[in-house]
């Protein structure tokens, strides 16, 4: 099921900054999706280890991991901010470049993105955040299924993802644009309440 649109209109972050904060969107391409209720237990589980393993994987790197919320804005060109029309909130997500870290979020394309999947937002993160992190030039993307226990990886090549790779939750995963960072899947799935039946 598609995550609702707020209406019609194209809106741009000018739009976005002056919206209630008591309900949350994210903009793709100046279409504005209302983001999820608050995940569940296990949604929350994997984003904080995953954050936590990258965290301390990257002390003393410049790289920089960030968990949600935070705005990331991801400008076609070079744009001023009120015009971007593409505003994100990834769940994890490293930044190796300083300069693009400011105040407000980040600005451009994160160098690795998670996303943690949930019934109500796996299409919308497969099709569309998918897109949108392709087209800004996020070199590798994550997708975590925790009830399937799998992860799909996305690795940029030439501008385009190409076909993803699939893994099972288990043993350790190597981020491949950050040398030395893996994801060892064994604690964190150990984490994790019961699978219900």
Known sequence: MPLARRDDRSHTYRDYLDWPED?????IDGVAYLMAPAPDLTHQVVVGEIFR????????QPCRAL????DVRLPKGDEADDAIDTVVQPDVLVVCDPA????RGVRGAPD???EVL???TAGHDHVL????YEKAGVSEYWLVHPVDRIVTIYRLEAGVYGK???EELLGATAVGILPGVTIVWDELVARLPPLEA
């Open 23 to 27: 309900a949350r969107y994210e903009l």
């Open 53 to 60: 393993q990258l965290a301390n994987s990257l002390t003393d």
């Open 67 to 70: 968990i949600a919320p935070v």
């Open 100 to 103: 693009r870290l400011e105040r």
């Open 112 to 114: 690795f993105v998670v």
């Open 118 to 120: 949930s019934s109500s």
């Open 129 to 132: 955040k998918r897109r949108a």
């Open 164 to 166: 993803p790779e699939i």
